[in-house]
């Protein structure tokens, strides 16, 4: 069965991509191999795709007849504002057409998902999630980063790294003293205030940490440290979002399981 044939039968198996409603999918980490083919469904059906700045060009591409809206956000720079995108999600599908919101990653996991799923609650307009490969799994697995490991951990700490210079901030210093792997978002900015704040609560400064910038993409960039000495070679690196910041035990695993990876081809299959 090819893809064509493929996309056609799911789309006649799930339910109905309808105008006046907004679909909420996430675009995974970057590269289009990691797109489920259910958003990979929705991209090729949709009227309009409000997307984000972290979805990748590749995935853009498969759009056949979309009028593609670009509303991402990055820090310091100016912006459209999250209620301006819920309010042309909600004016879109008032229009009558079907809107994909493309988001990278997964919409429920730091992407806002929850935020605009509930402005079209109140709107009345209907809506559908699709979920997509979150950045901490996509760029775990690019990066051979296990995000569990027996005999390692047994759970893993998901937070974002964006407020950490606010009063009203998450606990860093709470998440250190549990011991268990930390995977941060949005957290270059505040690099330093993190990881100063995690040794305070308790993990050495030899802990190992990484950072993984444009996960699953072409650049896609892996720089190992330790907690004490990561936000410097960050810097030094000059990494960019999007970055994620992986601490714990489970880094030092990639280090065993590349040691004898062959090299993989430029592309497709060997012969």
Known sequence: MDLTTTLKSLAETRPAFKPGHVWLAGAG??????????????????????????VDDSVLAFAQHADLQFVG?????????????????????????????????????FGRGGDEALALTQAGIGFRILPGVTAA?????????????????????????????????????????????????????????????????????????????????????????TLGSLAAAVSAADLRAPSLIFVGEIVPMRAQLTADLPPLSDSGSEP
């Open 137 to 225: 799994s996509g760029a775990a697995a690019s990066a051979v980063i296990p995000t569990t490991m027996r005999g390692i951990n047994k759970a893993v700490i998901l937070a974002t790294g964006h407020g950490a210079d606010s009063d009203d901030d998450i606990d860093w210093q709470a998440l250190g003293r549990t011991g268990q792997p930390i995977i941060i978002y949005m957290g270059l900015r505040n690099l330093p205030l993190i990881t100063a704040a995690l040794m305070r609560g308790g993990l050495p400064a030899t802990t190992p940490a990484a950072a993984v910038m444009s996960a699953t993409c072409a650049d896609e960039t892996v720089l190992e440290a």
């Open 29 to 54: 980490p970057g590269s289009a191999e990691c797109l489920t083919l259910g958003v990979l469904s929705a991209i090729q059906e949709a009227d309009v795709i409000v997307y984000d700045a972290l």
């Open 73 to 109: 956000k990055r820090g310091g720079q100016k912006s459209i504002n999250q209620r301006q995108i819920n309010q042309r999600l909600i004016d879109l599908a008032g229009a009558g057409h079907r809107v994909l919101r493309l988001k990278g990653g997964d919409p429920f996991i």
